[in-house]
């Protein structure tokens, strides 16, 4: 059984700078703001579309993208703002595409399940469960035959690796060695169908055995363990030691869409998933460095308030796109 | 939710669940598969269509992984020994994962057995921009109608929905549904914003509806509007315009999209000698290609003018409201249309 942190102890810090620690920490506020603040705006009906949300997972896009470079790629899911985010794309840039305005990342035509941005490594996130892994395999195939040091890390969901998706896209990438890490965001639940329903294996990682590469299930709350491990397997996979399979082991603290009310989730889950909320659980460690006070926290989270605020009465008046866009960008 | 407890005036959601509910218990060998359809505390799949049926149905409502073309595959080797599943995607989009099960086994495995095999398998999808972005909005008919062997209809109103259902339960062949989901009239936190109303009085006796035949919504004299799902109560609000205007036009909910009835097409072709049809998705090699296509070939010598076709612009469906928006065909597009085929 994987170990699953109720605390995270400062031993486990000492090896690292107080910046690299608060950025990690900023970074899974700024996500939890974005998401708190859109699901806001979304109730109060002054935003468009459907969202799906990713409070409670911050943990795991902090502590892979910090792993990875400035110029490796991320391949995302319609869950995929707190992905964005910690690539490095703007609260601007995707209040702006929430708001379908050309000043969005995507100029408004992709939407809450497309963000993406090619020249901050994140292409359009992809809505279809699971498709994202074998376009995962080809953009590192591509780095491979190139010779540029580059890698791509795939986030998806416990619920694509029953589609054939998961299975070819990661066959491919093991049989030719490709510089690829392929995280799954294992928060227990498929829309509303638990996953311990829809699979036999009581580790998803273990399904790495079944392609011949390494895999390793990992605390997904702890944002620390999720860094460590992505350090690892983006090295090995950088190395050409092959691609690697990381579960995360994680829980969305939220509807799987805005418009899902989550009754199926039982109570005594939710509470121990709560209770070890991974922002919480980092904060509270960090609170215990001497350097680092909750009123430095307080600050970080403030500023981030703040940068939204502004942020949403900007995007709310945004130009949106003129109707001859509407034929454009069919093709190169 | 006992069925005797639903009121009289159902929405297509409803009657949807009224249909399965009573083929389910009229025949053991009905039985659903799809995802998230039979979780309790769950939504009843993506639009709430088999909301609560778990309960008396607990071994006959099957929630899978997320496995389209695993799961579509099983539909039809269960319905090949003997069995009728009902099998559904969340979003139409995603009938791209299962078409090779779909196109190239369940349609094809009667003729290649020399008429030995039987198929009866239902499927159902759901289908329109609705502000979700390109991958959740597509209109999926285009790809499925020319499928020898495969029946795909469209239901555009509740007491259409239930007699199609069941009509397509008891056919031994593959039938694919396609809804709208405007149209399904779905509640509380999932109703859609932009809802039609496609409501219908539903009567007590079991009645269903044939899978080959169109349907004359409104009889009128100058000219024949074909549409289906969204498009069709588009059509029906435009015609009540045009009769302001003095144009009176007949419209019809082309309800079966293959094959098409071209003898009720046919009856009011010969009549008003126009055509128009709306279609939501791109024109180019879309279901109205086909359908013009097939009419002038039969009715060429009774038309006063080239059929016309009101359709999506040939791109991807935006995300932007404003894109969508003017991505969908609209009453005034239709309007336009219809006026300029009258003045031909
Ligand atoms: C091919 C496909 N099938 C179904 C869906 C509908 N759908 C969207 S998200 C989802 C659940 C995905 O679960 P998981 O992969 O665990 O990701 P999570 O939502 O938990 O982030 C489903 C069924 C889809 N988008 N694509
Ligand atoms: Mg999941």
Redesign the interface.
């Known amino acids: 059984m994987t170990q699953l942190a109720t605390n995270i102890s400062i031993g486990r810090l000492s090896g690292y700078d107080h910046d690299f620690l608060l950025r990690l920490y900023e970074q899974m506020v700024q996500i939890r703001e974005f998401e708190e603040g859109v699901k806001y705006l979304f109730l109060q009906g002054s935003m468009?579309?459907?969202i799906h949300q990713c409070q409670g997972q911050e943990a795991t896009a902090v502590g892979v993208c910090s792993a990875l470079n400035e110029d490796d790629f991320i391949t995302s899911t319609f869950r995929g703002h707190g992905h964005a985010l910690a690539k490095g794309l703007s609260m601007e840039e995707m209040l702006n595409e929430l708001y379908?305005?050309t000043s969005g990342c995507?100029k408004?035509?992709?939407?809450?399940?497309?963000m993406g941005n090619m020249s901050k490594g994140m292409v359009p996130a992809?809505?279809?469960?699971?498709g994202g892994i074998p376009l995962a395999s080809g953009m590192s195939l591509a780095f491979k035959m190139k010779k540029t040091s580059q890698i791509t890390a795939c986030f998806f969901g416990d619920?694509?690796t029953?589609?054939?998706a998961f299975h070819e896209g990661i066959t491919l990438a093991a049989i030719w060695n490709l510089p690829v890490v392929f995280v799954c965001e294992n928060n227990l639940y498929?829309?509303?169908?638990r996953v311990d329903?829809?699979?036999r294996l009581k580790k998803l990682s273990d399904h790495a055995d079944s392609f011949g590469i390494r895999g390793e299930t990992v605390d997904g709350n702890d944002v620390i363990a999720v860094y460590e491990a992505a350090r690892k397997a983006v090295e090995e996979s950088r190395n050409g030691d092959g691609p690697v399979l990381l579960e995360l082991l994680t829980y969305r603290r939220t509807g799987h869409s805005r418009?899902?009310?989550c009754?199926?989730q039982h109570t005594d889950e939710k509470k121990e998933w709560f209770d070890r909320d991974p922002i919480d659980l980092f904060g509270r460690a960090l609170t215990q460095l001497s350097g680092i006070d909750e009123n430095q926290l307080e600050g970080i989270r403030d500023r981030i308030t703040q940068q939204f605020e502004e942020a949403v009465v900007v995007a709310q008046k945004e130009p949106?796109?003129s109707?001859d866009?509407?034929?454009t960008d069919?093709f190169a | 939710m006992a069925v005797a407890e639903i009121t009289k005036r159902l929405s297509i959601a409803e009657s949807l669940r009224q249909a399965i509910t009573e083929e389910m218990r009229r025949d053991p060998t009905v039985f659903c598969m799809g995802e998230d359809i039979g979780v309790p505390g769950g939504w009843g799949g993506a639009f709430t269509v088999t909301l609560g049926l778990e309960e008396e149905f607990a071994d006959r409502l099957l929630d899978t992984p997320i496995a389209e073309l695993g799961f579509f595959g099983a539909g039809i080797g269960a319905a090949m020994m003997g069995m009728r599943p009902i099998v559904d995607v969340q979003y139409g989009d995603f009938l791209f994962l299962p078409m090779d099960q779909i196109v190239n086994n369940a349609a094809k495995m009667r003729y290649m057995s020399g008429g030995t095999v039987k198929v009866p398998l239902v499927m159902r999808a759901p289908i329109g921009a609705t502000g979700r972005g390109s991958q959740h909005a597509q209109s999926m008919e285009r790809y499925f109608i020319g499928v020898p062997g495969l029946k795909v209809v469209a239901v555009s109103n509740a007491y259409d929905a239930k007699g199609i259902l069941k009509s397509a339960v008891r056919d031994d062949n593959p039938v694919l549904i396609f809804e709208h989901k405007l149209l399904y009239g779905s509640k509380g936190a999932r109703a859609e914003s932009g809802a039609v109303d496609a409501t219908s009085e539903i009567p007590d006796e079991d009645y269903t509806v044939p899978l080959d035949k169109a349907a004359v919504c409104r009889e009128g004299s100058q000219v024949t509007i074909l549409s289906w799902l969204l498009m069709h109560h588009y059509s029906m609000s435009a015609a009540e315009s045009l009769a302001n205007e003095g144009i009176d036009a007949e419209v019809i909910d082309v309800r079966s999209l293959s094959p098409f009835d071209y003898e009720t097409i046919g009856a009011s072709v010969r009549k008003t000698g126009r055509v128009v049809i709306v279609e939501e998705g791109p024109k180019t090699g879309g279901v109205s290609a086909e359908l013009a296509a097939g009419i002038m070939e039969r009715f060429s010598e009774n038309m006063l003018a080239p059929v016309h076709r009101v359709a999506s612009p040939d791109v991807p469906v935006p995300f932007t409201p404003v894109l969508e928006d003017a991505y969908r065909p609209d009453p005034p597009r239709i309007l336009e249309a219809v006026r300029k085929i009258i003045q031909h």
């Not at chain 1, 408004?108 to 497309?114: D, I, L, P, T």
């Not at chain 1, 498929?190 to 169908?193: K, L, R, W, Y």
């Open positions: 468009p579309g459907t379908g305005a995507c408004g035509k992709g939407g809450s399940m497309h992809i809505a279809i469960v699971g619920g694509a029953s589609e054939g498929g829309a509303s169908t329903k829809v699979t418009r899902d009310a009754h199926y949106q796109p109707l866009e509407l034929t069919i």
